[in-house]
T-cell receptor, first 111, second 115 residues
Framework: AQSVTQPDIHITVSEGASLELRCNYSYGATPYLFWYVQSPGQGLQLLLKYFSGDTLVQGIKGFEAEFKRSQSSFNLRKPSVHWSDAAEYFC?????????FGKGTKLSVKP | DAGVTQSPTHLIKTRGQQVTLRCSPKSGHDTVSWYQQALGQGPQFIFQYYEEEERQRGNFPDRFSGHQFPNYSSELNVNALLLGDSALYLCASARKQGFRGTEAFFGQGTRLTVV
């Protein structure tokens, strides 16, 4: 069965520092991968997606992610974090027509 | 475009009661999925509706049922509520069921508390 793993439950970074959130997936064929962000008590907003093609994908709010098939990973990155990026981030896989989510990584940003 | 709208935003129910949550999909979308997000967890897929039929279902008991109307809106019904049903219930809409990886748009969710 498909699964998505986000190894880091909580990450704290300083404002202006770079960020990388890890995501590993388990799926034999080409996965359909997504990163969503959720602010407290809110729904999910799509940051970016990968279906095929260029393995480095750009998203909204300055985020990017790189698909690495050899490592079964789809890590999210941002070169300079802003205080407003503090939220929970979810990686998801959607090749079966529904979304399988990881447990999420909570991002805190220090001033 | 109003996006995906869910109602109500918050709800408190007693154990054993029944609840109905509602979702209106984004304009142009015909597929609605429901997810349960327990506190501190990622969303878990409940089921998906397309053309007024349940097309896929996650690992949830029959107490969870749904409906899709001709205008593509949807309801989630939960019977015999348990304390463990307390969660944020998210509705997501997309175009064209069965298209793998179709981008899904989420509503703000309904926070259900069972006491």
């Amino acid at each position: 069965a498909q699964s998505v793993t986000q190894p880091d439950i909580h990450i704290t970074v300083s404002e202006g520092a770079s960020l990388e959130l890890r995501c590993n997936y388990s799926y034999g064929a080409t996965p359909y991968l997504f990163w969503y962000v959720q602010s407290p008590g809110q729904g999910l907003q799509l940051l970016l997606k990968y279906f095929s093609g260029d393995t480095l994908v750009q998203g909204i709010k300055g985020f990017e992610a790189e698909f690495k098939r050899s490592q079964s990973s789809f890590n999210l990155r941002k070169p300079s974090v802003h205080w407003s990026d503090a939220a929970e981030y979810f990686c998801a896989e959607g090749s079966q027509g529904n979304l399988i989510f990881g447990k999420g990584t909570k991002l805190s940003v220090k001033p | 475009d109003a996006g995906v709208t869910q109602s109500p935003t918050h709800l408190i129910k007693t154990r054993g009661q029944q609840v109905t949550l509602r979702c209106s999909p984004k304009s142009g979308h015909d597929t609605v999925s429901w997810y349960q997000q327990a506190l501190g967890q990622g969303p878990q897929f409940i089921f998906q509706y397309y053309e007024e039929e349940e097309r896929q279902r996650g690992n949830f008991p029959d107490r969870f049922s749904g409906h899709q109307f001709p205008n593509y809106s949807s309801e989630l019904n939960v019977n015999a509520l348990l304390l463990g049903d307390s969660a944020l219930y998210l509705c997501a809409s997309a175009r064209k069921q069965g298209f793998r990886g179709t981008e899904a748009f989420f509503g703000q969710g309904t926070r259900l508390t069972v006491v």
